[in-house]
């Protein structure tokens, strides 16, 4: 709550891909969340499957969701 106040959201509506390279993040930042999904059900189906691709993903995400911004 002390960060909301310190630095409060702009009370605006944000229209995610306004642009080509925007568009491109966004496309990007959902096909990445797609692949989590589907190494969890690989996972959970039984595939083996290392830790690393995992973690890869979930960074790979977090950089496009910043990216993104």
Do not use: T, W
């Amino acid at each position: 709550m002390r960060l909301v106040s310190e630095r409060p959201l702009r009370p605006v509506f944000v229209v995610r891909g306004s642009s080509a390279v925007e568009a491109a993040v966004d496309r990007a930042r959902a096909i990445a969340r797609r692949a989590e999904r589907h190494v969890i059900a690989a996972r959970e189906a039984g595939r083996v499957i290392g830790d690393d691709v995992s973690h890869y993903l979930n960074r790979l995400y977090d950089l496009l969701c910043m990216l993104a911004g």
